[in-house]
């Protein structure tokens, strides 16, 4: 299977919509087509993952078959994953469309200027502003920037 290597600066269009760049795309097509899922991480960066990568990760949340929402813990952690995550097709010309929720959550401006970063199996969108941070967070840690 391809992975999704590099980063690219991109511009949100003003309908709230991001061009991918076109070296992505053909990842997608092998990873399952143009089904993805939207998710928002912690960090406050726009997953895009290929459809069948989130399946893998619903499975390992899941505990391998079972319901993993035995416990209040649990729902909530479910709860809060799920609630921000939204399936999507890329459109024939590249797009995807940012739900309005998301974009605020991530502080996503249309006409904004953002970087989507590979992470291997999957993409990220981050703004320019956070992705400088993370960069210089990762960096300077104590472990070294680790390549």
């Known amino acids: 299977m391809k992975r999704f290597y ?3 600066r991109c511009k949100l269009e003003a309908n709230s919509r991001l061009k991918l760049p ?18 928002c991480w ?5 997953g895009i993952l290929p459809e069948s990568t989130w399946e893998v990760y619903c499975q390992q949340l899941s505990g391998q078959g079972g319901t ?13 994953i799920f609630s921000y995550t939204s ?13 309005e929720m998301f974009r605020e959550f991530l502080g996503f401006e249309p006409g904004s200027k ?10 990220e969108v981050w ?7 993370e960069v210089n967070r990762v960096m300077n840690s104590q472990d070294g920037p680790g390549f």
């Open 6 to 8: 590099g980063q690219e």
């Open 22 to 39: 076109s070296q992505y795309l053909e990842v997608f097509q092998e990873h399952g087509g143009e089904r993805v899922v939207l998710h």
């Open 42 to 46: 912690p960090e406050r960066c726009l």
């Open 68 to 80: 993993g929402l035995m416990t209040p813990e649990q729902r909530s952690r479910s709860r809060l």
């Open 87 to 99: 399936p999507d097709t890329i459109t024939a010309q590249g797009r995807i469309t940012i739900p």
């Open 114 to 123: 953002v970087v989507v970063v590979s992470t291997g199996d999957s993409l």
């Open 127 to 133: 703004s320019e502003s956070r992705w400088a941070e």
